[in-house]
């Protein structure tokens, strides 16, 4: 799936990859993972995967220093829902993916979604 969204174009990859991997894909694509930093980001990639609300989403979010972050240093600062199958307890493993409309503190994806800037 691929779609635009003001000046960002984004792509969902339907494929399961840890975090890093993912991350590292899509640099080498010239972008980088979806980090939907404002509210109305957020809505609009959310309106755009709603047909994807079954699976989790990777994004460019991350746990660091017990807080959360995105790939551009910016702080989470929303609540993150929690993903009920935790197998490793530590924030070393867990970043933010989207599923069923909301964000959430995950282990496991089943896709990811990398953004570029129209500059590009």
């Given at each position: ?64 220093f ?31 993916t ?23």
């Amino acid at each position: 799936t691929r779609f635009t969204i003001g000046k960002k174009r984004y792509i969902l990859f339907d494929t399961n990859m840890a975090w890093y991997s993912a991350r590292r894909f899509c640099e080498l694509l010239g972008g980088r993972l979806a980090c939907p930093e404002t509210p109305e980001m957020q809505k609009q990639i959310i309106e755009k995967l709603s047909a994807y609300k079954n699976q989790h989403i990777l994004l460019g979010g991350y746990a660091k220093f017990h807080k959360w972050l995105w790939l551009s240093g910016k702080e989470i600062t929303f609540p993150l829902e929690m993903n009920k199958d935790m197998s490793i307890p530590t924030l070393n493993r867990n970043f933010v993916t989207l599923y069923d409309g909301k964000f959430y503190n995950s282990q496991y994806s089943r896709s990811f979604l990398c953004e570029w800037d129209d500059s590009i």
